[in-house]
């Protein structure tokens, strides 16, 4: 991959990896078949986030909602996230990968939930890439887990809810301590956020592909970055506001 404008380099890429078991039909195989290939772009997105310079990638791995999935397609999915974690941790860490899991963790069965807290511990001090996989996670569940602790702040006598804005409700959100999202991207060729990260797209770019998670290669990060780069980000100013500024 031709390196782009540094300037131009999204610093926080988000991604909802959606195609996998599609892309397993396509092929006559069952769906694990195609969540196992997708790990395999997952590996791939990390490498080449690293090498153009993105400082945080968040992948939307596990819903709030997949849960109503059927029973041996979850039992699946979290078969492969135990291997994943067990078998990419060491590599991700020689990397200087740091791995956070966001979501409602306590949904989780207390092995695999150790297994996360034992890599996100490891793993702590890199700064390379911030990897975030977003698990039992949704937008909606963000928002209130916030307010929530808003609302206990008030309770405590903290602060007043008067006091409660935008910039202090964002603080108890999911990734607040990290650089706001600049991109957003979805494969297999749907056209909607599907209840992620909703309180951070706000003012993110959106980028939408037919591409199926699995076949999400080089060629399609850089287009998508491309894309991203040929943006006018007016953050509610105008482009001649935008002009003057730089």
């Known amino acids: 991959m031709t390196s782009a404008d540094p300037a131009r380099i999204p610093r926080h890429i988000a991604i909802v990896m959606d195609g996998n078991g599609r892309w397993a039909k396509l092929r006559h195989r069952p769906r694990t078949f195609g ?4 790990r395999k772009a997952v590996r791939n997105a990390v490498e080449n986030c690293l090498r ?9 791995a596990f819903s709030s909602e997949n849960w109503q999935r059927p029973q041996d397609e979850v039992g699946a999915l979290m078969e492969l996230f135990v291997r994943a974690l067990d078998k990419e941790v060491d590599e ?3 990397n200087g990968v740091r791995i956070r899991f966001v979501g409602d963790l306590g949904s989780f069965e207390s092995g695999l939930r150790q297994r996360m807290m034992a890599a996100m511990a490891r793993t702590a001090g890199n700064d390379a890439l911030h990897l975030n996989i977003a698990v039992s996670y949704g937008g ?3 928002i209130v887990q916030a307010a929530r602790k808003a609302a206990e702040a008030v309770a405590r006598g903290e602060l007043r809810a008067e006091d409660i804005d935008e910039k202090l409700l964002g603080h108890w959100m999911c990734l607040a301590d990290l650089p706001p999202l600049d991109l957003f991207i979805r494969t297999g060729g749907e056209y909607r956020v599907s209840n992620f990260l909703l309180w951070q797209l706000a003012y993110a770019e959106l980028h939408f592909t037919d591409t199926l998670w699995p076949d999400f290669d080089e060629a399609c990060l850089k287009s998508a970055i491309d894309d991203y780069a040929r943006r006018e980000r007016r953050f509610g100013k105008t482009g001649e506001q935008i002009a003057q500024k730089a």
């Open 52 to 60: 153009q310079g993105v400082k945080v990638l968040t992948l939307f």
């Open 92 to 94: 991700l860490h020689s």
């Open 140 to 142: 909606r569940w963000d």
């Open 35 to 38: 969540h196992n290939a997708g």
